[in-house]
């Protein structure tokens, strides 16, 4: 029966084991810096897809004592360096006023837990404002509250501009689900590439020329193969247009085939329907492992 390993023994083990952690780190980034060598051309190098199937497929494996939120601060502390490592990005968040509660001003927690501790930040005190800079090329994502059916000034009109500059919301923060209370909820806005990843969720806005009840929307949504998950209320724009906000199963894009359908089942009261992002479904973690 062999001896148990002395507390010495045991650390030296794990130098060793940090060591092999490290030189993996190092080839990892070397990988990395040949994909950013391909990308030359893309102002922003996130891939937000790319991350979440990246996150899902490790806790899908995950197994042992630690928790399985901590394996995702790990990675996500990672991605967001070495995606600044191809190319280097700034993010601005929207926190609000400094007057504006706890609830608000968390929004920069969770902007600083997705894209890392070494990515710059500005705070802004509007949406509005976070997406400005996002689409001057001040940053390269705008951190924006979720949508609220109470705000008399939504974000998310500005994403209906017709314009190669556009912004589209491409990724959820958090990304992980730890409990019942999730505590804020935010969304990544960007002019970046929006890869679906097999598990998706799609933000849709319909413009309408007359008011719409949401159990008529709803059927015209299903009829076209479209299966609605939340509604936002209707805003009334520029020139009395009502543009209402669906969130959407499954990805959506502005060319989908879907939408025609939508319009034609909404007869005169559908104007156009456009696709204004979409981001992966958040994993849940629970159980003793997510915690």
Known sequence: MSEPLTL???RRQIDGIDDALHDLILERAQVVAAIGRLKQGQPVALNPGREALILRRLIS??????????????????????????????????VGPVSVGDDDRALWDVARDHFGSTTPVTAVTTPLQA???????????????????????????MLLADDALTPQVVARLPFAITGEDEGPVALAVGAVPN???????????????????????????????????????????????????????????????????????????????????GFARPIRLDGPEGR
Do not use: Y
């Open 131 to 157: 997406i400005r800079l996002v689409m001057d090329g001040s940053a390269g994502i705008a951190v924006v509250p979720w949508p609220d059916s109470e705000d008399e000034q939504p974000w998310w009109p």
């Open 195 to 277: 890869e679906p990843t097999g598990d998706d969720l799609s933000l849709l806005s319909i413009e309408l020329g007359e008011a719409v009840s949401r159990g008529r929307l709803k059927d015209a949504l299903e009829a076209s193969g479209l299966t609605p998950t939340a509604f936002w209320r209707a805003v009334t724009l520029a020139e009395g247009r009502l543009v209402q906000l669906v969130e959407i199963d499954g990805p959506v894009t502005s060319t989908d085939p879907r939408l025609a359908v939508l319009l034609d089942g909404l007869d005169r009261a559908g104007v156009a329907a456009r696709s204004i992002g």
């Open 61 to 94: 494996r995950h197994h042992g004592g630690l928790p399985a939120a901590v394996v995702l601060r790990m990675w996500r502390e990672l991605l967001a360096g070495m995606t600044g490592m191809q190319r280097p990005f700034s993010i601005a968040v929207s």
């Open 8 to 10: 010495d023994q045991l």
